[in-house]
């Protein structure tokens, strides 16, 4: 426990300080969310070492999530998806001359709900990570496969196509050698591609190089940000007694929400809107600019992302595409998430846990007087910031492995996930595939051979059982339920 | 036929050609089991969802009415940008063929000369007017890239 304090020394408090500058700059730009940002500095941090480079990542994921929330009350374009929820009531409240106060509680709403995941989070870390111990190959594969299949149902959208996305994730994922036998496959001969597709490259071309082309392809995607005045940065006495019970619930809800696997800050948001909607005093003011509205998701986003973490550090397992990079940098570095994280990396471990605290004050602090001028970097026009961001993308593909292949890697995920969106596919599900997709492979097989060829031998434990049975359930309910709905809309 | 139906069809003829590329890989047994085994079943998934876009989910429906999450789309109070020239899709087109040329030139011309072309020729393609300010922007841009990673930080560059 005493490494908590690891986050106090001065260059881990500079790492903490720039990463979440960067995160809530990341998180006020629309469309570079905070995956593409985190790939983007990948190189960077492996330079700073362990502890602090994770601690910037981290910093990075968690100012993303408090910036986010810039955009979506000012100009009603969520940073990221876990935002916006934000955008019904916050926008609204901007439209009548209250976007400080929105703003301001969006921060205060961001920072109980992180600290509370963190405390939470130093509690329950251990705990799960004691816990899965006990995990062996058929619980990882069934935990890994409930994940994609909980993550092609609560993606938004088509359920087919986030699940071709998930499959063809997968499906890159089997480009070099494989996990268990060292069987180059896939790379027709490329020398290059025989350490498989790069994550970063890949990410960066999907996220950066994919909303470059995006916004060239729809010039009027952009939308100006209006300016706050100083005297409307603060809300007024009746909206923080109005925001104190939804930023409870929501701080609650948001954590339980994001131990489940899948884009949990996401859910976590909307669920707390329909929570509020049900059950808030004032939940008839709720989408006409109720502060309610903003208190709530902010909380909740946040309150999940710090319980997304522990399925990251506990079980090495990552559920949406910001944890997934920071795992990425984590076997970057050398550090192995998962079960035995705290007993070969404490430092490591309880650095980026008390970064956390650090990380929370520093975001109010600028979140509150500074908010005025993040709200300014979202004015910087398109033409001068996307070609920084189309530079830094192959900077940050090539420093990854030195490879001239992995710049033509992000070049090409960039043109492919352009594509992608034109056709309302999500990249998001492809980017877990490829990083779930080893895990998936390499438990899948090993659980095989560990029950000898017997195919039962994946649902033979308890646990193993259960989350199968659930990712069944998850897989068919929707059809029965549309089916259901279907009959029930036309009786025979 | 609708854009979901070309796609599904795009999906399952990759899911065919990976089957066919994954055919060299051994599956072995199911207690030893090959490196053929996940592409054959991450193929074979593929093409099972690729047929299910074609048949059942048809065109896409906004996502509330799928049950997901809501999609809120917001139109521009005002215009920001200049009108482009040319179409914004020509533009993006444009675009690509100028990655794919940049990464054939970058081992001959190097990191610095390439980038800067980059620059130039996106901040133009995205209605930066003239040449003196895309090539202050490139100058820049380039500069402080290979000012921070590769002077102060030692990250190679390509």
């Given at each position: 426990?005493?490494?908590?304090?690891?986050?106090?020394?001065?260059?881990?408090?500079?790492?903490?300080?720039?990463?979440?500058?960067?995160?809530?700059?990341?998180?006020?730009?629309?469309?570079?969310?905070?995956?593409?940002?985190?790939?983007?500095?990948?190189?960077?941090?492996?330079?700073?070492?362990?502890?602090?480079?994770?601690?910037?990542?981290?910093?990075?994921?968690?100012?993303?999530?408090?910036?986010?929330?810039?955009?979506?009350?000012?100009?009603?374009?969520?940073?990221?998806?876990?935002?916006?929820?934000?955008?019904?009531?916050?926008?609204?409240?901007?439209?009548?001359?209250?976007?400080?106060?929105?703003?301001?509680?969006?921060?205060?709403?961001?920072?109980?709900?992180?600290?509370?995941?963190?405390?939470?989070?130093?509690?329950?870390?251990?705990?799960?990570?004691?816990?899965?111990?006990?995990?062996?190959?058929?619980?990882?594969?069934?935990?890994?496969?409930?994940?994609?299949?909980?993550?092609?149902?609560?993606?938004?959208?088509?359920r087919a196509k986030s699940l071709a996305m998930?499959?063809?994730?997968?499906?890159?994922?089997?480009?070099?050698?494989?996990?268990?036998?060292?069987?180059?496959?896939?790379?027709?001969?490329?020398?290059?591609?025989?350490?498989?597709?790069?994550?970063?490259?890949?990410?960066a071309g999907l996220f950066g190089v994919a909303?470059?082309?995006?916004?060239?392809?729809?010039?009027?995607?952009?939308?100006?940000?209006?300016?706050?005045?100083?005297?409307?940065?603060?809300?007024?006495?009746?909206?923080?007694?109005?925001?104190?019970?939804?930023?409870?619930?929501?701080?609650?809800?948001?954590?339980?929400?994001?131990?489940?696997?899948?884009?949990?800050?996401?859910?976590?948001?909307?669920?707390?809107?329909?929570?509020?909607?049900?059950?808030?005093?004032?939940?008839?003011?709720?989408?006409?600019?109720?502060?309610?509205?903003?208190?709530?998701?902010?909380?909740?986003?946040?309150?999940?992302?710090?319980?997304?973490?522990?399925?990251?550090?506990?079980?090495?397992?990552?559920?949406?595409?910001?944890?997934?990079?920071?795992?990425?940098?984590?076997?970057?570095?050398?550090?192995?998430?998962?079960?035995?994280?705290?007993?070969?990396?404490?430092?490591?471990?309880?650095?980026?846990?008390?970064?956390?605290?650090?990380?929370?004050?520093?975001?109010?602090?600028?979140?509150?007087?500074?908010?005025?001028?993040?709200?300014?970097?979202?004015?910087?026009?398109?033409?001068?910031?996307?070609?920084?961001?189309?530079?830094?993308?192959?900077?940050?593909?090539?420093?990854?492995?030195?490879?001239?292949?992995?710049?033509?890697?992000?070049?090409?995920?960039?043109?492919?996930?352009?594509?992608?969106?034109?056709?309302?596919?999500?990249?998001?599900?492809?980017?877990?595939?490829?990083?779930?997709?080893?895990?998936?492979?390499?438990?899948?097989?090993?659980?095989?051979?560990?029950?000898?060829?017997?195919?039962?031998?994946?649902?033979?434990?308890?646990?193993?059982?259960?989350?199968?049975?659930?990712?069944?359930?998850?897989?068919?309910?929707?059809?029965?339920?549309?089916?259901?709905?279907?009959?029930?809309?036309?009786?025979? | 036929?609708?854009?979901?139906?070309?796609?599904?069809?795009?999906?399952?003829?990759?899911?065919?050609?990976?089957?066919?590329?994954?055919?060299?890989?051994?599956?072995?047994?199911?207690?030893?089991?090959?490196?053929?085994?996940?592409?054959?079943?991450?193929?074979?998934?593929?093409?099972?969802?690729?047929?299910?876009?074609?048949?059942?989910?048809?065109?896409?429906?906004?996502?509330?009415?799928?049950?997901?999450?809501?999609?809120?789309?917001?139109?521009?109070?005002?215009?920001?940008?200049?009108?482009?020239?040319?179409?914004?899709?020509?533009?993006?087109?444009?675009?690509?063929?100028?990655?794919?040329?940049?990464?054939?030139?970058?081992?001959?011309?190097?990191?610095?000369?390439?980038?800067?072309?980059?620059?130039?020729?996106?901040?133009?393609?995205?209605?930066?007017?003239?040449?003196?300010?895309?090539?202050?922007?490139?100058?820049?841009?380039?500069?402080?890239?290979?000012?921070?990673?590769?002077?102060?930080?030692?990250?190679?560059?390509?």
């Open positions: 426990m005493s490494d908590l304090f690891v986050a106090l020394t001065p260059p881990n408090l500079l790492a903490c300080f720039i990463g979440t500058v960067l995160g809530t700059v990341v998180g006020v730009l629309p469309g570079l969310g905070p995956a593409a940002a985190m790939a983007l500095v990948l190189p960077l941090t492996i330079k700073l070492g362990p502890t602090a480079g994770l601690i910037m990542l981290a910093g990075i994921y968690y100012g993303a999530m408090y910036g986010g929330s810039t955009t979506s009350i000012l100009v009603n374009v969520p940073g990221e998806a876990a935002s916006v929820v934000t955008t019904i009531d916050g926008y609204r409240l901007a439209r009548r001359g209250r976007a400080g106060a929105a703003l301001a509680v969006a921060a205060i709403a961001s920072f109980v709900a992180g600290t509370f995941s963190v405390v939470a989070l130093q509690l329950a870390a251990p705990l799960v990570a004691r816990a899965a111990l006990a995990f062996g190959p058929a619980e990882y594969f069934a935990f890994a496969l409930l994940g994609v299949v909980l993550l092609a149902n609560l993606t938004g959208g088509s998930v499959v063809l994730g997968i499906m890159l994922s089997t480009v070099g050698m494989d996990p268990l036998g060292g069987t180059v496959r896939f790379t027709f001969d490329l020398a290059g591609a025989q350490a498989g597709l790069s994550f970063v490259a890949v990410t909303e470059v082309l995006a916004t060239m392809a729809d010039p009027a995607s952009t939308t100006p940000v209006a300016r706050v005045r100083f005297r409307e940065l603060y809300p007024n006495r009746e909206e923080l007694r109005r925001s104190v019970p939804p930023m409870l619930r929501g701080t609650v809800l948001g954590f339980l929400v994001g131990l489940i696997p899948g884009p949990a800050a996401t859910i976590a948001s909307f669920v707390s809107y329909g929570v509020e909607k049900k059950i808030s005093r004032h939940r008839d003011e709720l989408g006409t600019g109720a502060i309610e509205g903003v208190a709530g998701p902010e909380a909740a986003n946040n309150a999940a992302a710090g319980g997304g973490m522990i399925p990251l550090l506990s079980l090495g397992l990552p559920f949406t595409p910001s944890t997934a990079v920071l795992l990425s940098g984590m076997l970057l570095m050398n550090v192995t998430p998962g079960p035995f994280l705290l007993r070969d990396h404490p430092q490591v471990f309880w650095g980026v846990i008390g970064s956390f605290y650090v990380g929370n004050v520093m975001l109010l602090v600028l979140n509150l007087p500074l908010v005025g001028v993040f709200a300014r970097v979202a004015t910087i026009p398109p033409r001068f910031l996307m070609p920084g961001v189309l530079v830094l993308c192959v900077v940050a593909a090539y420093a990854d492995n030195n490879n001239l292949f992995d710049v033509w890697v992000v070049v090409g995920a960039g043109i492919i996930g352009w594509a992608m969106r034109a056709l309302g596919f999500n990249p998001a599900p492809l980017v877990l595939g490829l990083v779930l997709g080893p895990v998936l492979e390499r438990s899948f097989l090993q659980a095989l051979t560990i029950a000898r060829g017997e195919v039962s031998g994946l649902w033979a434990s308890g646990p193993a059982a259960v989350m199968l049975a659930a990712a069944a359930v998850a897989f068919v309910a929707p059809a029965v339920l549309a089916l259901a709905r279907r009959s029930a809309a036309h009786p025979v | 036929m609708g854009r979901d139906r070309w796609s599904a069809a795009g999906l399952a003829l990759l899911a065919i050609g990976y089957l066919l590329a994954g055919r060299r890989y051994p599956l072995d047994t199911l207690t030893t089991p090959g490196p053929g085994i996940a592409p054959l079943v991450a193929g074979l998934a593929l093409l099972g969802v690729a047929i299910w876009i074609f048949i059942v989910a048809g065109p896409a429906r906004p996502a509330h009415a799928a049950g997901g999450l809501p999609e809120i789309r917001v139109a521009p109070t005002c215009p920001t940008e200049s009108a482009p020239q040319r179409p914004a899709s020509r533009t993006a087109l444009l675009m690509c063929g100028a990655l794919v040329l940049y990464v054939a030139v970058l081992p001959g011309l190097g990191f610095l000369g390439s980038s800067v072309a980059l620059v130039v020729v996106s901040s133009r393609l995205m209605g930066l007017e003239g040449w003196w300010r895309p090539a202050v922007l490139a100058l820049g841009v380039t500069g402080v890239a290979s000012l921070l990673f590769a002077r102060w930080l030692g990250v190679p560059l390509p």
